[in-house]
């Protein structure tokens, strides 16, 4: 992300899932302001909904996943 053109586009139907866990990524990654702000990304704030029965589930675990190799080892 730090590399691309700018500005970049994240296609996402309602801008909350896919772009929420772009700009998760990007806060974790990039700026480097950690977890909790990372993950503040993909809450209810911005729409997005953590249920497992929701279309943004995905986003939620991929993160989750994500979190070691971010460096959030304890989560």
Known sequence: ??????PLL???E???DRSG??????????DRLGEQAAE???SLRYGHIAAPFGKGWGMTV???EM???LGYSDS
């Open 1 to 6: 992300m730090q590399r691309v053109p700018k």
């Open 10 to 12: 994240i296609h996402c």
């Open 14 to 16: 309602s801008g909350v």
């Open 21 to 30: 866990l772009a700009s998760a990524l990007y806060v974790a990654a990039v």
């Open 40 to 42: 503040d990304q993909l």
């Open 62 to 64: 991929t993160f989750e």
């Open 67 to 69: 979190e070691p190799s």
